[in-house]
C-alpha cells in the first residue's frame, strides 16, 4: 500500500482529496496541515479513527519536522496543496504568502530529494527511489488575465497580476527547476476556480450565500463582468489523482470545468434559487489589479487520461447551496 502525504489536507481542496482517497482504501494518508483559519478538521469527519490516516499539524517551512516525518514514514506520493490563497489577504499581506507558498515549497522540495534519493546516475544527476513522486497543485491565475477569448494552454507564459498568483508562479518556477536541475519525479496541475460544500466562507460562493441567508448586502466587485473557469471540486480531485497516477514526469496539466461565468451572473444565479431580492447587490470599489478572465484549454488531460469534469455547473451550485443553508442552520431558506 503507498503512502502518501498531504499538505494542507485540512484546507477545502485538500481535505475533499483525502476523502477521495479514504474512498479508495489504496493508500496510507498523512495529512499534514498548519491549520491556519482556512483549515476546518471536520471536514475529515469518520476518518480520523482509522489506522490508515494520521494527521500531524505543521508548517511547510518547518524542515525540522518535516525530516522527522519523512525519516519516521515510508512517503510515496507528496500532493502539496498548502498555500495561502486569498488574492484579497495576499494584497494587504504579500510577505505571509511568499513565506508559505514559496519558502514552504522549496523546503518541502529540499525535504523530498533528500529522502528520495536513491544514489545518482552516470552524469552525476541524483536516481531516487522507485514509484515517487511530487505534485504541485497551482492556480490559473499564475498565467495572468486573457481577453475576450482565447484559453490558457501549459504553454501560455506565466504572467501572475496579485502577490497571490506572483507566489504560485515562483513556486512552480521552483518545481519545474528541481526537475531540471535535480530530475526530480513531479508534475503541476493548474485549476481554475473550485467551488462546493466545505469551502472556506470568504470565498464568491459561500459568501453570496451566506449573505442570502442573512439577507446582507452583497459586494461586487466593479461592474461584476469579471469571467471565471468554475469547476466542482470532486473533479478537481479526481483530476488530480489521475496526474499523480498516470502524470509523466515533469509535465503541466491544467484542470478546468469548462464553466465560464461572470461574477454577476454567478450571484444572480444564487439569489434566484434561494429567492432573494437583486436588491441585495452592492458594487464596490474593483479589487487592485483585478485580472477580467480566466479560462482552462484542459484537451491535455482529457486526451492524455480520459478524464472529464462530470458535475455541472447548476447541479453542483445547488448542492452548495442546500450544504451551506444546512450549516449556516438556515431556518427554511433553501432553493426557491
Known amino acids: ?44 469527519d469518520g476518518i480520523f479513527e482509522s489506522d490508515k490516516y494520521r494527521f500531524i499539524k505543521g508548517c511547510i517551512t518547518d524542515y525540522k519536522l518535516l525530516d522527522e516525518v519523512f525519516a519516521q514514514e515510508n512517503i510515496d506520493y507528496v500532493v502539496n496543496f498548502a498555500a495561502e490563497s486569498h488574492v484579497d489577504r495576499s494584497i494587504e499581506a504579500p510577505d505571509v504568502f511568499i513565506k508559505t507558498n514559496v519558502l514552504g515549497t522549496q523546503v518541502l522540495l529540499d525535504t523530498v530529494r533528500k529522502h528520495w534519493m536513491s544514489g545518482v546516475d552516470e552524469e552525476g544527476y541524483p536516481k531516487y527511489r522507485e514509484g515517487v513522486k511530487y505534485l504541485q497543485i497551482s492556480t490559473d491565475e499564475v498565467y495572468g488575465a486573457l481577453g475576450e477569448s482565447g484559453y490558457f494552454t501549459e504553454k501560455t507564459p506565466l504572467a501572475p497580476n496579485s502577490p497571490y498568483a506572483a507566489s504560485k508562479a515562483s513556486a512552480d518556477l521552483l518545481v519545474r527547476a528541481y526537475f531540471k536541475t535535480y530530475k526530480l519525479p513531479m508534475n503541476i496541475t493548474r485549476c481554475s476556480n473550485n467551488y462546493g460544500p466545505r469551502q472556506h466562507e470568504e470565498k464568491l460562493i459561500p459568501m453570496i450565500i451566506r449573505k ?31 496526474v499523480l497516477n498516470l502524470g509523466t514526469a515533469g509535465e503541466v496539466y491544467n484542470i478546468g470545468g469548462h464553466n465560464e461565468i461572470c461574477n454577476l451572473d454567478v ?30 484549454d484542459n484537451n491535455k488531460i482529457i486526451k492524455n487520461f480520459g478524464w472529464e469534469p462530470k458535475v455541472s455547473f447548476s447541479e453542483g451550485l445547488n448542492q452548495s447551496i442546500e450544504w451551506y443553508c444546512s450549516k449556516f442552520q438556515s431556518d427554511g431558506i433553501g432553493l426557491k
Open 212 to 242: 442570502c441567508i442573512h439577507k446582507k448586502a452583497i459586494p461586487v466587485y466593479g461592474d461584476g463582468k469579471q469571467v471565471r473557469d468554475w469547476i466542482h471540486v470532486e473533479d478537481h480531485c479526481q483530476a488530480v489523482l489521475e
Open 1 to 44: 500500500m503507498k503512502t502518501i502525504l498531504v499538505t494542507g489536507g485540512a484546507g477545502f481542496i485538500g481535505s475533499n482529496f483525502i476523502r477521495l482517497l479514504f474512498k479508495m482504501n489504496e493508500f496510507r494518508i498523512i495529512n499534514y496541515d498548519k491549520l491556519t483559519y482556512a483549515s476546518d478538521l471536520s471536514n475529515l
Open 267 to 296: 450571484v444572480m444565479m444564487i439569489l434566484n434559487r434561494m429567492d432573494c431580492s437583486p436588491n441585495l447587490i452592492e458594487f464596490v470599489s474593483d479589487r487592485l489589479g483585478h485580472d477580467r478572465r480566466y479560462a482552462i
